[in-house]
């Protein structure tokens, strides 16, 4: 076995041989982007080395949890003992929630028409953007081109150049174009 399947094997055989009932082997949970490449220019995404683009930079810190870490005596069932733990133990903190106000479905149909809208025209990139007026929510936030977060077989999918820009939140324009509609 190589990489993690070594990795695990040597844990199995550490704990067989020390019978060391507090070692034990756990799936680490990665985060999941439901709507894909339709909502990837303002979801961002996570690597190995960590938060890239987008919200997940943004959030990095509230969304990261934090490693924990046990170390004391454990009863023969391999249950630490409360009164025995050493004071290097460290509890482990969960990422936190956030809350977006984007709508799935006006989401993915934005993505859809400025994908189509830019392909069409030949454009080198467009934006559609959805709010409600009365809260200012935004309720959809698509860029094209964008990116897939993860490929069909779960690897990270790869980010062309040009793609890691959303010119909604990125790009720098004169003040008259984005006043246009009050004129």
Do not use: C, H
């Amino acid at each position: 076995a190589t990489g993690a399947g070594a990795a695990a094997t040597a844990a199995v055989a550490v704990r067989a041989d020390w019978r060391a009932d507090g070692v034990s082997l756990a799936r680490v949970a990665r985060r999941a982007y439901p709507l894909g490449e339709a909502a990837s220019g303002i979801v961002g995404l996570l690597r190995e080395s960590g938060a890239v683009l987008g919200l997940e930079k943004s959030q990095d810190t509230t969304l990261s949890g934090e490693d924990g870490m046990r170390k004391g005596l454990t009863d023969k069932k391999g249950a630490f003992l409360p009164m025995r733990l050493a004071a290097e133990t460290k509890e482990r903190r969960d990422g936190g929630t956030i809350q977006l106000t984007l709508d799935s479905e006006l989401q993915v149909a934005a993505a859809t028409a400025i994908r189509a809208a830019v392909e069409e025209n030949k454009a080198d990139n467009g934006v559609a953007l959805v709010m409600d007026p009365k809260t200012g929510d935004i309720l959809a936030s698509a860029n094209w081109p964008s990116y897939r977060p993860y490929q069909a077989d779960g690897t990270p999918g790869p980010i062309a150049p040009g793609e890691d820009f959303n010119p909604a939140v990125m790009a720098q324009l004169e003040p008259g174009s984005t006043f246009k509609i009050l004129t």
